[in-house]
């Protein structure tokens, strides 16, 4: 029997795409690069992976991370059948089931960061002082060549057993992220180490790019936040997490929940920067997720 999953999949036409060029991108194949993302099954052969991260620390203790998401723009032909379809649905719909992908799963397969595989990508150079200020940043096209596909489980697991000296990097990367959490005023609180690094890793890349947008007056799609909720919605919101109490809802559930109340109620996109409350009125982008927003 078809599942509503398996329909939106077959209706989905995927045109010819566009075979993306190496010219004029910096190669960065020889970082050491990882990726961390959340899996129930702990099965990463069956996931796309839409960021990965590389790190060194210079001798005067300045972090350079590097964030890399796939350049699924090289992909796209311009005016075609892809674009009218992206166009039209502007983001991923979830729904209970299924989902209504932005990008089709044949392309986000072949932009999603596998490692062994040398892709195109989009790379955040972030300097970062030992206190955690945001010192400098660069964006430019890259090559990647990600070593480990993790998943959160897994990388958790290398973080407390130091067990291979290649991801012996791991633990400097959530030094860093709980650094950048506490500077934000946020509390680490039951947040593993692997999802600690994935937050503050994403969050760093549209706080600094949207600086750089900001400060520059280029026109940039800002994730504007006031801070207000509707007597309505904060009902609605203590509901829901009442529900995922009492339903023991995955990590991955809530998130998506909130993320969820967060655009109905509060969340709005505007080229002009309106600040957003949850980062002290800074300007926020949302950079770090090419396939799936």
Same mark, same amino acid.
């Not at 400098?136 to 697991?157: E, G, P, Q, R, W």
């Not at 680490?188 to 600086?211: C, H, P, Q, W």
């Given at each position: 029997?078809?599942?509503?999953?398996?329909?939106?999949?077959?209706?989905?036409?995927?045109?010819?795409?566009?075979?993306?060029?190496?010219?004029?991108?910096?190669?960065?194949?020889?970082?050491?690069?990882?990726?961390?993302?959340?899996?129930?099954?702990?099965?990463?052969?069956?996931?796309?992976?839409?960021?990965?991260?590389?790190?060194?620390?210079?001798?005067?203790?300045?972090?350079?991370?590097?964030?890399?998401?796939?350049?699924?723009?090289?992909?796209?032909?311009?005016?075609?059948?892809?674009?009218?379809?992206?166009?039209?649905?502007?983001?991923?719909?979830?729904? &209970?089931?299924?989902?209504?992908?932005?990008?089709?799963?044949?392309?986000?397969?072949?932009?999603?960061?596998?490692?062994?595989?040398?892709?195109?990508?989009?790379?955040?150079?972030?300097?970062?002082?030992?206190?955690?200020?945001?010192?400098?940043?660069?964006?430019?096209?890259?090559?990647?060549?990600?070593?480990?596909?993790?998943?959160?489980?897994?990388?958790?697991?290398?973080?407390?057993?130091?067990?291979?000296?290649?991801?012996?990097?791991?633990?400097?990367?959530?030094?860093?992220?709980?650094?950048?959490?506490?500077?934000?005023?946020?509390?680490?609180?039951?947040?593993?180490?692997?999802?600690?690094?994935?937050?503050?890793?994403?969050?760093?890349?549209?706080?600094?790019?949207?600086?750089?947008?900001?400060?520059? &007056?280029?026109?940039?799609?800002?994730?504007?936040?006031?801070?207000?909720?509707?007597?309505?919605?904060?009902?609605?919101?203590?509901?829901?997490?009442?529900?995922?109490?009492?339903?023991?809802?995955?990590?991955?559930?809530?998130?998506?929940?909130?993320?969820?109340?967060?655009?109905?109620?509060?969340?709005?996109?505007?080229?002009?920067?309106?600040?957003?409350?949850?980062?002290?009125?800074?300007?926020?982008?949302?950079?770090?997720?090419?396939?799936?927003?």
């Amino acid at each position: 029997r078809e599942t509503a999953q398996d329909h939106v999949k077959k209706q989905i036409v995927v045109p010819q795409i566009i075979v993306p060029t190496i010219e004029d991108r910096t190669d960065l194949t020889s970082l050491f690069t990882i990726s961390i993302d959340s899996s129930r099954s702990g099965d990463v052969s069956k996931m796309l992976f839409d960021d990965a991260f590389s790190m060194n620390v210079d001798s005067m203790g300045n972090y350079i991370l590097f964030i890399h998401i796939p350049d699924v723009d090289c992909y796209i032909p311009r005016k075609g059948e892809i674009e009218d379809f992206m166009r039209g649905i502007g983001e991923s719909v979830y729904a &209970k089931d299924m989902v209504t992908p932005l990008l089709s799963y044949s392309i986000a397969g072949k932009c999603s960061l596998e490692h062994g595989k040398v892709k195109p990508s989009l790379t955040y150079m972030i300097k970062i002082d030992p206190k955690g200020n945001i010192k400098d940043i660069a964006f430019f096209k890259s090559l990647v060549n990600v070593n480990y596909n993790l998943s959160a489980n897994k990388a958790n697991t290398f973080m407390a057993s130091n067990s291979d000296e290649r991801l012996n990097i791991l633990n400097p990367m959530y030094e860093l992220a709980a650094k950048l959490r506490r500077k934000r005023g946020e509390r680490i609180g039951n947040r593993t180490k692997s999802y600690v690094i994935m937050d503050e890793f994403n969050i760093i890349a549209d706080l600094a790019v949207a600086a750089y947008f900001n400060d520059q &007056k280029i026109i940039f799609p800002y994730k504007n936040y006031k801070g207000k909720k509707s007597p309505v919605s904060q009902i609605n919101i203590d509901q829901t997490e009442q529900f995922i109490r009492v339903n023991n809802i995955s990590e991955e559930g809530r998130e998506l929940i909130n993320s969820i109340f967060d655009i109905n109620n509060r969340v709005f996109y505007d080229t002009v920067n309106h600040g957003n409350a949850a980062y002290k009125g800074k300007p926020v982008g949302n950079v770090g997720n090419p396939m799936i927003s």
